[in-house]
């Protein structure tokens, strides 16, 4: 009966470490592969937020240029009115 026990015990042993070895390069190869992508996908992303930064200040020149025409046609306005009632 011992011998079956220890039997037993060896085989769950060697099967476990095996599991654990299997685990291992299981987890490696998912490290690996995150690493990779991150790798792959930065320039990308990089690359992304720059473009948005550019639209950010091309969209910041936009408003400003609208703000300074805005201010423009509000003058005209006032010295159309100034201009007709000194007529």
Do not use: C, H, W
Request: aromatic share 6%; proline share 1%.
């Amino acid at each position: 009966m011992e011998d079956k026990s220890f039997d037993l015990l060896t085989k769950m042993y060697k099967e476990f470490t095996e599991f654990r070895e299997e685990i291992k390069l299981d987890v490696q190869k998912v490290s690996n592969q995150i690493v990779r992508l991150e790798n792959e996908l930065k320039p990308e992303v990089e690359a992304t937020l720059d473009g948005y930064k550019q639209l950010a200040e091309g969209q910041q020149e936009i408003k400003e240029q609208l703000s300074d025409i805005s201010k423009k046609v509000t003058n005209q306005e006032v010295e159309i009115t100034v201009l007709k009632s000194a007529k």
